[in-house]
T-cell receptor, first 112, second 115 residues
Framework: GENVEQHPSTLSVQEGDSAVIKCTYS??????FPWYKQELGKRPQLIID?????GEKKDQRIAVTLNKTAKHFSLHITETQPEDSAVYFC???????????FGSGTQLTVLP | NAGVTQTPKFRVLKTGQSMTLLCAQD?????MYWYRQDPGMGLRLIHY???????AKGEVPDGYNVSRLKKQNFLLGLESAAPSQTSVYFC??????????????FGDGTRLSIL
């Protein structure tokens, strides 16, 4: 089955700086890669996703890049703000299994 | 549109008791999922369903059963609760769009403590 590894587990940045979270996956058949943000005590919420036929996708301050050859994808947050503080999860979706496999999460703290 | 609704939100059980967690979605989604979330371990798939009347095992199915008698509902049952099942349980659903994978929409979660 799919295995997703996520790094780092914790990340602290100064407000205004950029944050990068990296994930690797094992199943070359995986073709959909969403990122979720989870605030304390809340549900995971989709913030951006990318499909395997695209190398990069951007939405305002958030961008995701995908390297299919190396089987890794990354989340980039620019101009971080205190409200970006949360746990971020990457996930990989194998088309054959219709299942999402999640990384273990990154606790992002944006220091004012 | 309420989206995905989970009941109850909190529950405390004694070891050996049984209970059922209910997930309801009003988005006419074909796929539904049950996850558990434990500290430092992300979300792990317990069971899932690709349509009414069908269920399948996920990564951590032992000790749980599920049923999907109606398209909008997905029930998760614990027949004999164990302390290891203390966790936060999330339900999610996603639509079917041909062969293309779609985002999953999550409920607010159920915090379950087994004493």
């Amino acid at each position: 089955g799919e295995n997703v590894e996520q790094h780092p587990s914790t990340l602290s940045v100064q407000e205004g700086d950029s944050a990068v979270i990296k994930c690797t996956y094992s199943d070359s058949a995986s073709n959909y890669f969403p990122w979720y943000k989870q605030e304390l005590g809340k549900r995971p919420q989709l913030i951006i996703d990318i499909r395997s036929n695209v190398g990069e996708k951007k939405d305002q301050r958030i961008a995701v890049t995908l390297n299919k050859t190396a089987k890794h994808f990354s989340l980039h947050i620019t101009e971080t703000q205190p409200e970006d503080s949360a746990v971020y999860f990457c996930a990989a979706h194998s088309g054959s299994a219709r299942q999402l496999t999640f990384g273990s999460g990154t606790q992002l703290t944006v220091l004012p | 549109n309420a989206g995905v609704t989970q009941t109850p939100k909190f529950r405390v059980l004694k070891t050996g008791q049984s209970m059922t967690l209910l997930c309801a979605q009003d988005m006419n989604h074909e796929y539904m999922y049950w996850y558990r979330q434990d500290p430092g371990m992300g979300l792990r798939l317990i069971h899932y369903s690709v349509g009414e009347g069908t269920t399948a095992k996920g990564e951590v199915p032992d000790g749980y059963n599920v049923s999907r008698l109606k398209k909008q509902n997905f029930l998760l049952g614990l027949e004999s609760a164990a302390p290891s099942q203390t966790s936060v349980y999330f339900c999610a659903s996603s639509p079917l769009r041909g062969r293309s994978n779609q985002p999953q929409h999550f409920g607010d979660g159920t915090r379950l403590s087994i004493l």
